[in-house]
């Protein structure tokens, strides 16, 4: 089963071929024994928590699963698990943490661009693994993290083209004061320009604010045909709520959300999201085998009423590819790792994906879905198959210039 704890401190390294490139020395992880310790770094506390909680749990049955299958090259993992309490600066507090005095093979975690920015840094300066399990802005790729949820061309450029296709001419933008809603949102203006698409408003609030009136205020006079929406954590629950208490409707004027998945449903309320758009690469409704046994175990796990979401599904389906990474590797040292790392598959519970050794993404299947009466999200439009991942957009020529 699972260890989670602080452990001691670190015996016998790896193999020096995971000696920091350009970093503070050699690597401290012990493969002498039985074990080997990964690191779990969620935000266990603060305004994140409502959506970061179940991506920790996630990994923590990831982590049993393989145990219970003969763990990694024949090692059990043993978890260190850390609150990042919703703060990036103290997510690149921990992340220092779990590498240097915890000597872990690989960190999972992080959900804000905020907290992978600032743990950026530190997983480079000592050549560690971080793999990152939320869909982001994109305009962004480091040899050091393995991004498993969707970039920009896996989920927003989707989103916009389903809105396109659909009519809408013109959009209100909304989401939190930080890194991911303005990037996202100076990509959704390019799109917009060139696609004939006018954007009515742009308003952000910061992260866990919960007074949404003069903002809703101004998307309702504003009269736009759809909102675009990167508010993230617990300020969804009051910006839903209030949309709802003026009298917009999702038959009326629609928002399509980016960090809403199953989990934040309940939060806000089925009642006052019912009708409304997300774009994502996973839905617990998916209908095939391998997501039906995730679905299940799950539950099995924490309780009939939890539900499963993209982020979490894209965090168990982190560890198993590093995992995967590993064992194609035969080593737990990060340039071998790395060097191991194209083309490393898992049938996953959204589908088959495969990571891109170049960019460090994995090929996802964009769908957009709408959220049910029963707070579950079923899916309206999907590509057919995984798209590419496109971190800088190199592929779209109105993208040019955005990550200069």
Not at 37 to 66: C, H, P, W
Not at 178 to 197: C, D, L, R, S, W
Not at 206 to 215: E, K, S, V, Y
Not at 285 to 292: A, E
């Amino acid at each position: 089963m699972l260890a989670v704890g602080l452990l001691s401190a670190c015996g016998a390294r790896v193999d020096d071929s995971s000696a920091s490139a350009g970093g503070e020395g050699t690597s401290c992880v012990d493969t002498s024994g039985p074990s080997v310790k990964i690191g779990f770094l969620n935000s266990r506390s603060g305004t994140m928590a409502i959506s970061e909680n179940t991506v920790y749990n996630s990994l923590k049955l990831a982590a049993d699963q393989i145990n219970a299958a003969g763990g990694v090259l024949g090692k059990q993992l043993t978890v260190v698990a850390e609150d990042g309490a919703s703060e990036p600066t103290i997510f690149a507090e921990k992340a220092e943490k779990l590498i240097r005095s915890d000597c872990v093979a690989a960190v999972f975690g992080g959900w804000t661009s905020s907290s992978r920015k600032a743990m950026l840094p530190v997983f480079e300066s000592n050549n560690a693994l971080l793999f990152y399990p939320v869909q982001y802005e994109g305009l962004e790729s480091s040899r050091n993290i393995f991004y498993t949820g969707a970039t920009t061309n896996q989920q927003i450029v989707p989103a916009l083209d389903y809105l396109k296709e659909k009519g809408v001419k013109s959009l209100f933008l909304v989401g939190s004061d930080y890194v991911f809603p303005q990037t996202a949102n100076k990509i959704i203006k390019a799109y917009a320009e060139a696609n004939g698409i006018e954007i009515k408003g742009e308003e952000y609030a910061p992260l866990g604010h919960t007074d949404f009136a003069t903002i809703v205020a101004k998307v309702r006079d504003a009269d736009a045909d759809a909102v675009f929406n990167t508010l993230n954590g617990d300020s969804n629950v009051a910006f839903f709520k209030e949309y709802k208490n003026l009298g917009l409707t999702p038959e009326a004027m629609p928002v399509i959300s980016v960090s809403i998945a199953e989990e934040e449903v309940g939060g806000i309320g089925v009642d006052n999201i019912a009708g409304q758009l997300v774009a994502w690469n996973y839905y617990q409704t998916i209908d095939t085998p391998t997501n039906k046994k995730f679905v299940e175990d799950f539950k099995a796990a924490y309780g009939e009423s939890k539900v499963t979401s993209d982020p979490m599904e894209a965090a168990y389906t982190s560890l198993f590819l590093w995992k995967g990474m590993v064992e194609k590797a035969q080593s737990f040292a990060v340039n071998d790792v790395l060097a191991a790392a194209d083309g490393v598959s898992f049938e996953a519970p959204e589908g088959t994906v495969t990571v891109n050794g170049e960019n460090h993404h994995i090929a996802k299947t964009a769908l957009i879905g709408k959220i049910g009466q029963d707070g579950l999200i079923y899916t309206e439009w999907s590509s057919g198959k995984p798209i590419e991942p496109d971190p800088y957009l190199k592929t779209y020529p109105w993208a040019t210039g955005l990550s200069g």
